[in-house]
């Protein structure tokens, strides 16, 4: 066991694409960092893709956009289509905003390639202590620094300590419940399951763009297109499933390929590269700090994957937490009342957008009722052929409302 000493500088547990963000961050901001992961390496999944434009510009200020425009793909279009009858019942275009952000596109560049861009800038930053294999199983505070009980690889403990810590530990954060704070909301009856494939559906269905919602009252499907590992194009499709179906039922070889077929037929068997269930919540944290302790990213909220929500707004949170202690830190700004803000600020764009927009694209896509679906697609119709209503679509979606009605919380 390790002895404890108190060290100016900022304990983040979690090298997901919020911890590893909020690292380099701080550190751009001349304020030192232990950045604690569990896993051995990054871990290489193909969850979040798509940096919406206010992410982008925040990518683009910590100089990462290079980076992100090299691994990634620039999509500044996405589609509402319906899957029963094939129209495409809405086209929504960026570029063609009247007042367009300064970056006018969503970057498809996914997670664990911003994860890997940023640990490469910190290894040889002497400021950024990075530690793999290690875990935060206990928390203490007291008035002037944190303490956190780590395990290390070798199997033994140490105590780390620092002036804050910083959970970024994802949706079943050991932080969030090693201080208490309530995870409130809902946990979706059904799972949801993502595919990856190879495939290329652009050879098959030409009115894709790399961004496509389908509505459907049966199976409503997620289509998107990233640029995969070594750049050869990697197609995810996120669609429900029967919360009485078991895994084997959904995962096994025949059921994917099934499924793909059924989405769009083709000769000879889709090329599959990876396949995982999720359970699907809708979750805030009560609070996002409790003393020297603060929440960012999932351990603070979760929410479904309908409209690329979840990453975007947990890099929301970082650069906001990153001002904040830089306040702290150089400015002599008092810590509590800045805390206090963060939370405001960043509740009010997890509970009044992200929440409410990602319930309310599920809802659209998944529709039942003939009535009520009708109206929705009319909706969605209709905004993407009004000018100003397309425009203010797009900033809902794209999280353009919510980063502003954040900022101007008190
Ligand atoms: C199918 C799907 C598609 C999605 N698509 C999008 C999208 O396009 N855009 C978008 O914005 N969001 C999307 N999301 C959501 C997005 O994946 C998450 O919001 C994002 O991963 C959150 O990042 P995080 O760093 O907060 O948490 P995580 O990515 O979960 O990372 C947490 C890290 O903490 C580590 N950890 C956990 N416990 C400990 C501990 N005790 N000690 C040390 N380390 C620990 C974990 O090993 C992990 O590396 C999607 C989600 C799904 C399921």
Same mark, same amino acid.
């Given at each position: ?8 500088? =900022? ?34 999944? $193909? !969850?979040?893709? *798509? $940096? ?13 956009? #290079? ?50 861009? %940023? ?13 793999? *294999? ?11 620094? %944190?303490? =956190? ?5 070798? /199997? ?5 300590? /620092?002036?804050?810590?910083?959970? +970024? ?62 750049? #050869?194009?990697?197609? !995810? ?13 959904? @995962? ?11 989405? +769009?037929?083709?000769?000879? !068997? ?20 409790? /003393? ?6 999932? *351990? ?5 994957? =309908? ?11 970082? &650069? ?13 700004? #008092? ?36 009535? #009520? ?6 909706? &969605? ?28 919380? @008190?």
């Amino acid at each position: 066991m390790g002895t404890a000493r108190a060290i100016d500088r =900022v304990i983040i547990a979690g090298a997901g694409p919020i911890g590893a963000i909020l690292a380099y961050a701080l550190r751009r901001r001349n304020i030192p960092v232990v950045l604690i992961e569990a896993l051995a390496a990054p871990e290489i999944d $193909c !969850r979040a893709a *798509s $940096c919406h434009p206010p992410t982008v510009a925040m990518i683009e200020e910590l100089g990462l956009l #290079e980076d992100g425009l090299d691994q990634g793909l620039v999509s500044p279009v996405f589609n509402y289509l319906d899957r029963v009858t094939g129209e495409l019942i809405g086209r929504f275009d960026i570029e063609a905003m009247r007042e367009r952000p300064a970056h006018p596109y969503v970057l498809q560049w996914e997670q664990y390639k911003i994860v890997g861009s %940023v640990i490469n800038r910190l290894a040889s930053d002497s400021d950024a202590d990075i530690r793999m *294999s290690t875990r935060v199983v206990a928390v203490e505070q007291d008035a002037d620094k %944190v303490d =956190v009980t780590v395990t290390t690889p070798d /199997g033994g403990s140490e105590i780390i300590s /620092g002036r804050y810590l910083v959970g +970024c530990d994802g949706g079943r954060s050991t932080i969030r419940k090693l201080v208490d704070i309530e995870f409130e909301g809902f946990t979706w009856p059904e799972r949801f399951l993502k595919i990856d494939t190879r495939f290329d559906f652009f050879g098959l269905r030409p009115e894709l763009s790399n961004r496509n919602y389908f509505s459907d009252p049966e199976e409503w499907l997620n289509l998107f297109k990233a640029r995969g590992a070594s750049g #050869e194009g990697m197609w !995810r499709a996120v669609s429900p499933t029967l919360p009485e179906q078991t895994d084997e039922e959904l @995962l096994s070889p025949e059921a994917v390929e099934a499924r793909l077929q059924k989405f +769009c037929p083709k000769p000879g !068997r889709y090329e599959i590269a990876t396949i995982a269930l999720y359970k699907v919540h809708q979750r805030v944290a009560a609070t996002f700090n409790h /003393g020297r302790v603060l929440l960012a990213g999932d *351990s603070a909220h979760v929410n479904n994957p =309908v409209g690329g929500m979840g990453m975007n707004g947990g890099i929301h949170d970082a &650069i906001n937490l990153a001002d904040k202690l830089q306040a702290i830190w150089f400015e002599g700004a #008092e810590a509590q009342p800045l805390f206090d803000q963060y939370t405001r600020q960043r509740r009010k764009a997890q509970v009044d957008y992200v929440q409410a927009q990602s319930i309310q694209n599920k809802q659209t896509l998944g529709e039942k009722d003939p009535v #009520e679906r009708a109206r929705k697609l009319d909706g &969605i119709r209709r905004q993407s052929a009004d000018p100003e209503l397309h425009d203010a679509f797009i900033r809902r979606a794209c999280l353009i409302d919510s980063l502003r009605d954040a900022n101007a919380t @008190l």
